[in-house]
């Protein structure tokens, strides 16, 4: 069995567009969450909403490789780019290995909707366009991206709701844990518009704090009254430990346990008992015990329900250990399908530079988080070994578990 | 519209969404060659002609189209122009 480990990270999002701009939101509590008006005027019941600008591309690539790019495409070729350079691996060296891509995507509502009004309004499916296609099929980061950078190995999507990212990488680990493939681009896109979250929306599980954006995500807080939408990409360079140390790279973490479970029931209800499973499997992978994490990253989107559930099994599993946790979607809202890679490149910027970034808005924890050891400010912290949770619709759960490679 | 008002349309949507280089958009450089068009492309060009003169050409039009003197005539044939 290989040993995985991460050797670039990219990322784009509410917090900055690269990695110093991230680091430095992350370490002073910012937020990146807004207003954005217009989703009152179409009918939303919350305008909040994280704030991503559209990233230009226009000179960066040529239009055949943009046209095919929806918005999260384009943030997640951003964020790529950036994991590439900072693993040291450019076009010459892609194009004379076997690389592959596993992203987490699980909608591409905007150019779906797009397409459908254009076709409407003209009458015709020839004025939608020849890019439509490739930007509104949920495979559309790893097609696009595997086209851009030329990628010959592995080339597929997961799709797993808000889990969507942690289990790209969590195959990723496996795909080169088992020899088949010595290097992938692992991470996660989601699309932040308006077209993608309504039907979201109509579930009444946004906040609608709107007088105090960056108040309103209160992962954990009693007072929180629901996530706030968010999105970007993050990208991690996936290698194994042979491949990276014959290359000379610098090794950001090592991959050491992957941990899942389905809860088995209800659509949208989650459970305490199948996020327990999840991290039990993943500490077992890893042949740790609890005592052993420094840190964890915790789902809780500031919904009351699923906060509630993940601290309950954050008790079980960690309760005796006192481990620091804390959930960055104070800051970013919730970043959905990207969330589990946005964790991780989160986690290891902390890992790397000796801190926990604070679980901001947490004022009153309420019964379940009072029992946990929760950074509500930025804490000076060595971290050895960090977890880190997503959870989705459907049950779907993931753990991971990343260790500094001394 | 004017011949000349057809060339100058046509001229900036080239430039705009197929990046390509106005000086080598002459009247007798070849469509295909210049705009390094793939099928794909021409589904665009479909879109954009629509988008700026309001008809829609048919795929099969483009078979007839070698040069940009024939795409501006074809152009003017289809929006009834008044060549200059």
Same mark, same amino acid.
């Given at each position: 069995m290989n040993r995985v480990v991460i050797t670039g990270m990219g990322i784009y999002s509410c917090l900055g567009y690269n990695l110093d701009d991230v680091k430095n939101s992350l370490y002073t509590g910012k937020s990146g969450i807004g207003l954005e008006p217009i989703r009152k005027e179409l009918g939303f019941r919350s305008a909040l909403t994280a704030l991503v600008e559209k990233p230009i591309l226009k000179g960066l690539l040529p239009r055949r490789q943009r046209v095919g790019l929806p918005v999260h495409g384009e943030y997640a070729y951003l964020s790529t780019v950036e994991a590439l350079k900072k693993a040291g691996v450019d076009q010459d060296w892609l194009n004379a290995n076997e690389v592959g891509i596993i992203f987490g995507n699980d909608s591409c509502a905007e150019p779906t909707i797009r397409s459908v009004d254009t076709l409407r309004e003209?009458?015709?499916? #020839?004025?939608?366009?020849?890019g439509a296609v490739f930007q509104a099929m949920n495979s559309t980061v790893s097609m696009n991206l595997s086209t851009i950078f030329q990628l010959t190995g592995i080339n597929y999507t997961v799709s797993a709701a808000c889990a969507s990212g942690s289990h790209a990488i969590g195959m990723g680990y496996h795909m080169i844990k088992s020899g088949m493939q010595d290097m992938i681009v692992c991470g996660g896109a989601q699309e932040v518009n308006y077209h993608s979250m309504g039907s979201f929306d109509a579930l009444q599980a946004f906040s609608i704090r709107e007088d105090a954006p960056t108040k #309103?995500? $209160?992962?954990?807080? $009693?007072?929180r009254d629901g996530l706030i939408p968010s999105g970007g990409a993050a990208t991690v360079v996936l290698e194994s430990y042979d491949s990276a140390v014959k290359r000379g790279a610098n090794i950001l973490g090592e991959v050491v346990g992957y941990g899942f479970s389905s809860n088995g029931g209800h659509i949208s209800q989650p459970t305490v008992e199948g996020p327990v499973r999840s991290l039990e499997k993943c500490l077992k992978d890893a042949g740790l015990? #609890?005592?052993?994490?420094?840190?964890i990253s915790a789902?809780?989107?500031?919904t009351p329900v699923g906060d509630m559930c993940e601290a309950k099994a954050l008790y079980e599993v960690f309760g005796e250990a006192k481990t620091l946790i804390s959930s960055t979607k104070g800051m970013t809202g919730h970043e959905c399908w990207m969330a589990g890679a946005s964790e991780i490149v989160y986690s290891l910027l902390m890992m790397h530079n000796d801190f926990v970034a604070p679980n901001i808005n947490l004022e009153n924890p309420d019964e379940d988080a009072a029992k946990l050891n929760i950074a509500a400010s930025t804490k000076e912290h060595k971290i050895d070994t960090f977890l880190s949770n997503s959870f989705g619709f459907g049950g779907t759960n993931s753990s991971l578990i990343i260790k500094k490679v001394q | 519209m004017e011949l000349n008002k057809i060339i100058e349309v046509t001229k900036g949507f080239l430039v705009e969404?197929?990046?390509?280089?106005?000086?080598?958009?002459?009247?007798?450089?070849n469509l295909k060659e210049t705009l390094d068009l793939d099928s794909l492309d021409y589904v665009d060009l479909v879109v954009v002609i629509e988008q700026n003169f309001g008809f829609k050409v048919q795929q099969?039009?483009?078979?007839?189209?070698?040069?940009f003197q024939d795409f501006y005539a074809y152009i003017e044939g289809k929006v009834g122009a008044t060549a200059k």
């Open positions: 003209k009458g015709d499916t #020839a004025l939608i366009g020849s #309103a995500s $209160r992962p954990f807080d $009693r007072d015990l #609890a005592k052993d994490i420094d840190y789902h809780a989107t500031s | 969404e197929f990046e390509v280089d106005e000086e080598l958009i002459l009247p007798d450089a099969e039009d483009f078979t007839d189209i070698h040069t």
